[in-house]
């Protein structure tokens, strides 16, 4: 199943699946890229998710909740969401809605996958 557009690209990494964002995080795109993701959970079996930020151009209050509905879904099938790579927009907005702690970020996609491996 290929989930891949314009605003999201995923790669397997180690049975990882590994998101990267991409472009605006706006209500316009963030349709698209929730159903993508998705797809992703429903049709694949994976423990970790590792969501890279770092391309993200624009990011809102709705694409944050998105992140932590997505987040709570998973963790709901026995899954995790990991966070890397975040800018400085989407770290600062995480901080400033107070549910920075709410996510495990990572300054790499390396860190994350290690951290995966080392659990």
């Given amino acids: ?13 180690s049975g990882v699946p590994l998101v ?18 998705q797809e992703l959970i429903n049709a694949n079996k994976f423990e970790y998710l590792i ?3 770092r391309n993200i151009d624009f990011i809102t209050s ?6 932590v509905t997505l987040k709570d879904s998973l963790k709901t099938r026995g899954k995790k ?7 400085n927009q989407a770290e600062s907005l995480l901080k400033t809605l107070g549910i ?11 860190k994350a ?4 491996s080392s659990t």
Avoid: Q
């Fill in 62 to 67: 709705t694409t944050v909740h998105t992140f």
């Fill in 81 to 87: 969401m990991l966070l890397c790579k975040a800018n």
């Fill in 51 to 53: 969501m890279d930020l």
């Fill in 1 to 13: 199943m290929n989930v891949n557009s314009d605003y999201i690209n995923v790669e397997w990494v």
């Fill in 20 to 37: 990267r964002l991409s472009g605006r995080m706006d209500p316009n795109t963030l349709c698209e890229v929730e159903n993508r993701l």
């Fill in 113 to 116: 996958l290690s951290y995966i």
């Fill in 100 to 110: 920075i702690r709410a996510f495990d970020i990572f300054d790499s996609e390396e």
